[in-house]
Structure formats: structure tokens, C-alpha cells
């Protein structure tokens, strides 16, 4: 469900803001592959940056959806890394 704006920019800067789930992001039609590919890679770069300050004592509570981030790009044909594109900076796998 798309929560405010579609304008791309918005969007790139705040993907949580307007998404409630990665997956939403690969059913809007208002964007094209490569703009969903963008949102998700932001996506997936604010989860890793959770996943560290959760490591770190300093989460919010807010929920990661790093899986869900890699299950929609697979679904755009896009492939991660491997194993460890999931791991925090200090050994924690994401779906742990």
C-alpha cells in the first residue's frame, strides 16, 4: 500500500514512508524497474544501517524487513550477494 506522495525523489529518500512492505514496492505501476530497483537498494541500505544501530543498543524498535527487501528484488530479477549481504558488521545474520 503506498502511504503519501509518489513523487520518485520523496520516495528514493524515505521508502518506509511510502511503503508499508518491499513488496508493495514491486506492484506500483506509477514506477518503472529501475526506479523499484533504486527504492529497494535504498531500502535495503537503511535496513543494514538498522540491523548496526540495533547492534549497537541504539534501535527503535523499528521492525527490518531486510528479507522481504531481497525477496522483491529477486522478484525484479535482481540477485544479492550471497549469504553474507545479510550479516551486520558484527557477525548477526539479518533473519536471525
Given amino acids: ?3 503519501k506522495s509518489r513523487d ?3 520516495i528514493l529518500a524515505d521508502p518506509t514512508g511510502h511503503f508499508d512492505r518491499p513488496s508493495d514496492v514491486v506492484e506500483a505501476l506509477s514506477l518503472s524497474r529501475e526506479q523499484k530497483i533504486e527504492i529497494l537498494n535504498r531500502w535495503e541500505a537503511d535496513s543494514r544501517e538498522l540491523m548496526v544501530a540495533t ?3 541504539m534501535g527503535g524498535g523499528e521492525h527490518n ?3 522481504e527487501v531481497h525477496a522483491a528484488l529477486k522478484q525484479l530479477g535482481v ?3 550471497g549469504d553474507q549481504s545479510s550479516t551486520t ?3 548477526y545474520h539479518a533473519d536471525d
Wanted: aromatic fraction near 6%.
Fill in 8 to 10: 520518485f525523489k520523496d
Fill in 55 to 57: 547492534d549497537e543498543g
Fill in 1 to 3: 500500500m503506498v502511504k
Fill in 65 to 67: 524487513r531486510l528479507g
Fill in 79 to 81: 540477485e544479492g550477494d
Fill in 89 to 91: 558488521m558484527h557477525g
